[in-house]
């Protein structure tokens, strides 16, 4: 018995508070994120034309910003784009470094 009035009491609130709020009032999510895009893609017109210089790293920054709401410090972000290529050239190097060991050790096992 007690359920009918709070479900009473839930439904009025309901529909109080959904009459008071219109979709306008709601900022679009989809807009608000497709605007760093937007902006990404005048900064790629800007370097394909000419107007900026050219760079890799630059167009990575730009998209990578796009998708984090150009939230991304880009100082950060950079620095850790170099930490990462560091550790790929030291891969590189170790592997090198590997081919040419076991290519010794077969020539020496084929020599002897």
């Known amino acids: 018995m007690k359920l009918i009035p709070l479900f009473i009491t839930l439904t009025i609130g309901q529909l109080l508070f959904s009459a008071s709020v219109n979709a306008t009032d709601i900022p679009n999510s ?9 902006a ?3 900064q790629f017109k800007n370097i394909l034309s000419g107007k900026e210089e050219l760079s890799y790293e630059k167009a990575i920054t730009i998209v990578e910003n796009a998708y984090y709401e150009n939230e991304v410090n880009l100082v950060d972000f950079n620095l850790l784009i170099d930490f990462h290529v560091q550790n790929i050239n030291r891969i590189i190097e170790i592997s090198i470094a590997n081919f040419f060991i076991i290519k010794l050790k077969l020539l020496d096992f084929y020599l002897t």
């Open 30 to 38: 989809t807009t608000v994120s497709k605007q760093h895009y937007y």
């Open 40 to 42: 990404a893609k005048e």
